[in-house]
């Protein structure tokens, strides 16, 4: 279980729905979820649907602000002849509050370069949205031990325009390529050195406040891996595919980042 964090590295944990469920399957699994999260209150929460899903999830969270909706991609234009895109404008009127920037599979299926994660990022906090940047070596890159090199050149490209002054808002989530979707899942060891790595590019970038920067770990994570993943030290939650589509499975994942009770040591 998670030791107590100081509050800028406050658990989070977020489900990233990928293109899954419908608006009514929406409904349904927005409810399932918010019964079983609704008294945690040792994390951040958030769910990220498919776009056409939003409002559904808007309207079905109505008052409850315990879970919080974040979006899987956005342009960085305000509005324009960008046919089948999304704006952050369009995306806060449905409550949106955080979006997944340089997913792997956007990097691999739409070109979603490190150039557009930065401007996407600098539009995201001047939207107030938070973006959640993700980074991650594939494969190949970790067997030819490319790992620190791929990570450092994605953190320094993705965050080369980044405001200083919004670090409070930004999120990073290291998710390796060959661990998203695969079952094989990065061990707490292999996670822990990557996010270490990742906190002191952010200080060096940032200064001394970017060591306060959440940094989640993505990548298969299950129920059964989530304590020994979310235990670790540099590690301050979770971005989670497909177990996040299960509330309870994603319950079970929230579960791991809580901080040990008194009643725990009896
Ligand atoms: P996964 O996906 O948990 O299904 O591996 C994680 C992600 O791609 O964010």
Redesign the pocket.
Known sequence: MKKDLPNPRRPLVAG?W?MHRTASDTRSLIQDIVKRVERVSYADLVVCPPFTSLPAAHETLGRHSILTLGAQTMHQAKEGAFTGEISGPMLREFGVRYV?LG???RRQYDNETNEKVAAKAVAAVSYHLRPIV?VGETLTQREATETEAVIESQIHASLAAFPPDQIDELVI?Y?PVW????GKVATPKQANDVHHQIRKLLVKRFGPKGADIRILY?????PENAVDLMSQPDIDGA??????LDARSFFDIIESVRPPRASDHD
């Open positions: 990233n990928k997944i997913h792997s599979e993700c989530a998710e661990a998203i979707g695969t993505g990548g298969s994570v299950k971005l989670v595919g497909g177990a996040s």
